[in-house]
């Protein structure tokens, strides 16, 4: 664990991400500038490093309803606003980046942090950075599989000499400059079924599952099949961590946290997604069973618990800021993280005897 | 209510003619309501390659998305060596696995002869539920001997597209009322 900064002892993490989407807030029918956006995002973090939050990630996303498409500039920008809160991408959609121009990025706010950078290399669920960006969706998975390879080579090795189907070959390369402690943190983005899941175990390289919605015990699989896969492909499978992802929003009472988190999931899902998110779902979702971390504090720290029983994760990732939430809902969810959940999540999953 | 009549073949006239008779009866039944005849023949639909509707160009984002914001589809289909067509099939392969949640779905079908009627019971309705669309029970089947010169001149049919025109309605009344019902108690 202590080759990915991840210290047991002290108890699971807890991260903040954004997408960095930028829809309307359908409370008032209006949209902040994207600039604020941007803005907001920096001030965000500095708030939650205070809070004592672990993480904070930025996505990029490539179409409509969309700010932080450079997103590695943004997390440049919070590595100087921020002391000592780890920076992550949440997540870079590597199939149309270059994996040596990604980690020559990472590795500079890795040394603007002083060690506090991580890379989430996912494939993107939309086909807009692809379109954008000139990749061929034709070649979506394999892209994405040779290009993870590579950017964890490059991670592993010095100097690296390296062929493949996708990129100019690479002959005896110094990728610089080098992170703080020479490599970095670097996850694979893994969506709730287990066949990415299995991928990233057979690849031995940290997952970062998103558990948007629906029965906890449903992503279990996911995570089983993530460790037998390492394991079988002869890594230490209790050395690699595994974080989780959900979509988040906590408030006095459950009744307040439904009535406060509907409005924007509801939006922003018939945004992105073109069909808004069903009533009857969410309201199951007031059940420390079901994975979207939605409610009171106490039933907040419930699920984590649960989740955290059931999956064994190092790291979890909320998503407080999606649909339009403007900033002072923001503020006060995360002073509650920071006053009332964190501390009894860290209470109870800290590791003993270490 | 916003009523979108499908016709689900490119080619072909019994389908197109058994659906432009649809839709005469429910502008005449019902003047009130928004009612568009969506006849695939029209378009140029790509095939679906499993991105989300809303990230298609062109015509394949306006079918999608026409029909995506429906209440109620009357869904018009040959028998195509004993299915639907696949021009129909790709509409579906398109859309959303809920795409039809709080949507009724009927089916008018047209065939040569009847030897394919449970076609619609073993095949497309089960797409439908599975795509969660309220169905209609009753679907009407309408063969070759009911037209005549692109006309449907058997009386039968004409009363029961009649039915049909209104079960839609009826039963996406009473869902809308169980809904706006159900969202209420919900408080959110």
Redesign the interface.
């Known amino acids: 664990m202590k080759k990915y900064r991840i210290d047991a002892s002290k108890g699971m993490e807890f991260g903040l991400y954004s997408l960095g989407d930028h829809i309307l807030n359908p409370l008032t029918g209006s949209r902040i500038s994207a600039q604020q956006r941007i803005q907001e995002l920096v001030e965000v973090s500095q708030l939650a490093e205070q809070a004592g939050i672990d993480v904070f990630g930025v996505g990029e996303s490539h179409?409509k309803y969309f700010a932080s498409q450079a997103h590695t500039v943004i997390l440049g920008a919070i590595a100087q606003a921020t002391q000592k809160i780890k920076i992550t991408s949440s997540a870079t959609v590597l199939s149309v980046l270059d994996p040596v121009r990604v980690y020559e990025d990472f590795s500079t706010i890795d040394l603007l942090s002083d060690g506090r950078a991580e890379i989430v290399a996912g494939r993107g669920s939309?086909?807009?950075a692809y379109q954008l960006l000139g990749v061929d969706?034709q070649d979506y998975e394999e892209i994405f599989e040779e290009k993870l390879e590579l950017l964890k080579q490059i991670n592993e090795q010095e100097r690296i000499t390296w062929q493949g189907n996708y990129r100019a070959p690479l002959q005896n390369a110094e990728i610089l400059p080098q992170p703080k402690d020479g490599s970095l943190p670097i996850w694979r983005a893994v969506g709730g079924p287990p066949a990415s899941a299995i991928k990233a175990g057979h690849m031995g390289i940290p997952m970062m599952l998103t558990t948007l919605g629906g029965p906890a015990m449903n992503f279990k699989h996911s995570v089983d099949v993530y460790r037998q896969a390492a394991e079988n492909n002869g890594f230490d499978a209790q050395s690699l961590p595994i974080g989780t992802t959900s979509l988040f929003y906590v408030a006095d009472t459950n009744?307040e946290a439904?009535?406060g988190m509907?409005p924007h999931l509801n939006s922003g899902f018939q945004a992105i997604?073109?069909?808004g998110y069903?009533?009857?779902q969410?309201?199951q979702s007031i059940d420390y069973r079901d994975a979207l971390m939605v409610g009171s504090k106490e039933l907040i720290i419930e699920k984590l618990l649960y989740q955290h029983e059931l999956y064994g994760m190092q790291r979890f990732m909320a998503q407080l800021d999606f649909g339009g939430v403007p900033f002072d809902k923001i503020m006060k969810n995360i002073e509650m993280i920071g006053n009332d959940i964190i501390p009894a999540i860290k209470k109870h999953t800290r590791e003993k005897g270490e | 209510m916003k009523i979108v009549i499908i016709s689900g073949s490119i080619v072909g006239t019994k389908t197109k003619t058994a659906m432009l008779k649809t839709e005469e009866i429910f502008l005449q039944k019902y003047p009130e309501h928004d009612v568009q005849l969506l006849d695939l023949a029209d378009y140029q639909i790509e095939y679906s390659?499993g991105?989300?509707?809303?990230?298609y160009e062109g015509d394949t984002k306006y079918v999608t998305?026409t029909i995506?914001n429906a209440d109620a589809l009357i869904i018009g289909t040959p028998v195509f060596q004993a299915s639907i067509p696949a021009t129909l099939k790709n509409i579906f392969d398109l859309l959303?696995i809920?795409?039809f949640?709080d949507k009724v779905a009927s089916v008018v079908v047209t065939a040569g002869t009847a030897k394919h009627y449970l076609m619609v019971e073993q095949q497309l309705k089960p797409i439908l539920s599975y795509m969660k669309a309220q169905i209609v029970p009753t679907y009407v089947f309408i063969e070759e001997q009911d037209f005549l010169r692109k006309e449907i001149s058997n009386d039968d049919i004409i009363f029961r597209l009649n039915r049909l025109a209104e079960d839609t309605v009826t039963t996406f009344d009473a869902f809308e009322a169980i809904r706006i019902k159900?969202?209420e108690a919900?408080?959110?």
């Open positions: 179409q939309r086909v807009g969706l009744n439904l009535q509907y997604r073109g069909s069903p009533k009857q969410f309201a | 390659d991105r989300n509707y809303i990230d998305e995506m959303p809920h795409a949640r159900k969202d919900y408080g959110f």
